[in-house]
């Protein structure tokens, strides 16, 4: 048991910069009391979420680089019965050195790291509690200290054969049924961790032709898709859904994930505020606020989905381009208007944001 927590702890070695610095005299430009400290705040952040078992906001804490390796499901499954395994209690940290680092999963060196020294209870095998002494490592990315989960390729390997098996593109197959089933896979499995209830939203799938009575109103031809909270529906109009996809067939996915995503932010209470109403509480937000959430949890899914291999190159830049050149609002919608979605440059900045940071980046966290 010792070596498998070793493992996983190191597992967390917590985060990576995107890139190299640029020579010596940023190396010089550094405070290195400042980032010590800040890594050690970070650290401390971190394992008190492990000992808590917020293992799901911890993924939200992951370095990119680590997400698009490590599918959600793979390291909270991991950590999950692991901790439960060795009844792990709250680490404590006992030292912080700045050092070069390298990740034993795919070889990428760091510059600049922070090495955690840190001792923590556990109970072995003999049912003793024991302690821990181990190292992990944390490494700034766009001004944030984030986390890397695995110690080794085969680490990885093991956890999403474990937890989290990798799948055939989410676009193959009957698309709609295929991305309505993850959704709901992906979100019932976020929202478990948490002290929200998940319930599928009953989707309607409107043909071609066709006008349909909702509780918003009647879906008629040339909606695309929209979420109703009065019914908790998803209405999605099949003949506008295959037309977008014939420029990429992954954009009609993003547009039915972005509704989704409306779904679970009513789930988790957020409101969006009237004609001529000012937020005045923390669950209500402005349309353009809530729109632009739902942007980047469509970003944060796409992410998710990359991790598993069912995302195919140039979804993204396609998904992107058709935001910026199409789903933007036109320059005569106010930025507060009660219908503002965000102009395609801010909706395309959402996107990404979601898509490099998952739903850390969203200004959610669940």
Same mark, same amino acid.
């Given at each position: 048991m010792r070596f498998?927590? &070793?493992?996983?702890?190191?597992?967390?070695?917590?985060?990576?910069?995107?890139?190299?610095?640029? =020579?010596?005299?940023?190396?010089?430009?550094?405070?290195?009391?400042?980032?010590?400290?800040?890594a050690a705040a970070t650290a401390t952040e971190i394992l008190r979420m492990a000992s808590e078992r917020k293992f799901n906001t911890m993924y939200d804490y992951m370095h990119p680089d680590a997400m698009?390796? /490590?599918?959600?499901?793979?390291? /909270? %499954?991991?950590?999950?019965?692991?901790?439960?395994?060795?009844?792990? =209690?709250?680490?404590q940290i006992t030292g912080v050195e700045m050092t070069p680092w390298t990740w034993g999963v795919t070889g990428a060196r760091y510059p600049y790291a922070a090495r955690i020294s840190f001792i923590q209870p556990f109970v072995d095998e003999n049912n003793q509690q024991t302690w821990l002494e181990d190292d992990m490592y944390l490494v700034e990315s766009g001004g944030e200290w984030r986390w890397f989960f695995g110690s080794s390729a085969e680490t990885v390997q093991?956890?999403?054969?474990?937890? +989290?098996?990798? &799948?055939?593109?989410?676009?193959? =197959?009957?698309?709609?049924?295929?991305?309505?089933?993850?959704?709901?896979?992906?979100?019932? !499995? /976020?929202? &478990?961790?948490?002290?929200?209830?998940?319930?599928?939203?009953?989707?309607?799938?409107?043909?071609? +032709?066709?006008? /349909? +009575?909702?509780?918003c %109103?009647?879906?008629?031809? +040339? *909606?695309?898709?929209?979420?109703?909270?009065?019914d908790e529906s998803i209405y999605l109009e099949e003949a506008k859904l295959m037309e977008i996809g014939q420029t990429d067939d992954f954009i009609p996915a993003f547009v039915i994930a972005h509704e989704w995503a409306h779904h679970v932010q009513d789930a988790v209470g957020l409101e969006r505020v009237g004609p001529g109403e000012r937020p005045d509480s923390w669950e209500e937000v402005y349309s353009i606020e809530l729109e632009l959430m739902a942007d980047c949890m469509s970003g944060a899914w796409a992410l998710d989905l990359d991790s598993r291999g069912a995302l195919e190159t140039d979804d993204i830049d396609a998904t992107i381009d058709f935001t910026v050149n199409t789903l933007g609002d036109p320059g005569f919608i106010a930025e507060y208007d009660p219908q503002a979605h965000g102009t395609g440059a801010q909706r395309s900045?959402?996107?990404?944001? =979601?898509?490099? !940071? %998952? *739903?850390?980046g969203c200004n959610i966290v669940i």
């Open positions: 498998l927590l &070793s493992v996983f702890m190191v597992t967390m070695t917590l985060l990576a910069p995107v890139a190299a610095l640029p =020579g010596a005299a940023q190396e010089q430009e550094r405070d290195v009391n400042r980032d010590r400290a800040n698009a390796v /490590v599918p959600r499901a793979a390291a /909270v %499954g991991t950590f999950t019965d692991v901790y439960a395994e060795a009844q792990a =209690g709250q680490a093991q956890a999403i054969e474990t937890y +989290g098996q990798r &799948s055939q593109p989410i676009t193959e =197959g009957d698309l709609i049924q295929s991305v309505v089933d993850d959704l709901d896979a992906f979100y019932a !499995d /976020v929202l &478990s961790y948490t002290p929200n209830p998940y319930y599928s939203p009953r989707v309607v799938l409107v043909a071609p +032709g066709d006008r /349909v +009575g909702t509780a %109103g009647p879906a008629t031809p +040339g *909606f695309y898709a929209f979420y109703c909270p009065p900045q959402s996107i990404l944001l =979601g898509y490099s !940071d %998952g *739903f850390l």
